[in-house]
């Protein structure tokens, strides 16, 4: 459903939607740099380029090739040195929001919570356990 927003690139107030995440104006202005940078990426020899030599020549920012990579606007099969960046630790991944180490590590620390869980609860449970005395003899 379409909700007003405002533009995070220039303010203006527009109508966000699945489609458009910023306003008219700042979308043509996207539009234009990536027919820049596509038209760069067809070139044979530039198809092996990396993030940061993409930036260096066409001039734009890191944060818009890694928000069309996302998209799937530039094909990573084609283009096998772009990705972007891990939401955990910001190293350069091709699918997914956090790398495999980071996956691990997550897990890992689940596992270790879940752990430190049943012992509390074991603890917990052993606390509320009472004895009877028995008094007659």
Sequence with gaps: ?????NCPNCGKLYVHNIFRDVCENCFRAEEKLY??????L???ENRTAHIDTVVEQTGVEKALLFKWVKK???NLRHF???GYPCERCSRVIKEGKVCDEC?????TELETIEKINEVKKANHSAERTYKTINTRR
């Design 1 to 5: 459903m379409a909700e007003l927003q």
């Design 35 to 40: 027919d820049t940078v596509s038209t760069y």
């Design 42 to 44: 067809r070139k044979r």
């Design 72 to 74: 799937g606007r530039l």
């Design 80 to 82: 096998p040195n772009l």
């Design 103 to 107: 996956q691990t590590s997550i897990k």
